[in-house]
Nanobody, 120 residues
Framework: QVQLVESGGGLVQPGGSLRLTCEAS????????MGWFRQAPGKEREGVSC????????SYVDFVKGRFTISRDNAENMVYLQMNSLKPEDTAVYYC?????????????WGQGTQVTVSS
């Protein structure tokens, strides 16, 4: 059974950091582009960052560039999102997703999400 499970969310103060983890099971990440999306209350889900399967290319949406870093460990079947300098507007549910195409636009698989709340 294909499954993506996110963890690492929580409550953090503005300026703080969190590291999200996405663990895949039921398939190998090696051939898949992986992405992180987020959805804030009352807003549509939006892409945050993604990484290719082939050459490790990465891309970021403008509002997280320089603050977030995506990485992957194919051997461990894990994807990470390091989030630094967090802002209140980063508050959202963050989702991991897998797509055969890069960049990740129409994922085939989604995780259940992990809540990130940035507040003092």
């Amino acid at each position: 059974q294909v499954q993506l499970v996110e963890s690492g969310g929580g409550l953090v103060q503005p300026g703080g950091s969190l590291r999200l983890t996405c663990e895949a099971s039921g398939f190998s990440l090696e051939a898949w582009a992986m992405g992180w999306f987020r959805q804030a209350p009352g807003k549509e889900r939006e892409g945050v960052s993604c990484t290719s399967a082939s050459d490790g290319s990465t891309s970021y949406v403008d509002f997280v560039k320089g603050r977030f870093t995506i990485s992957r460990d194919n051997a461990e079947n894990m994807v990470y999102l390091q989030m630094n300098s967090l802002k209140p507007e980063d508050t959202a549910v963050y989702y991991c997703a897998a797509d055969l195409d890069y960049p990740v636009r129409s994922p085939d698989y989604w995780g259940q999400g992990t809540q990130v709340t940035v507040s003092s």
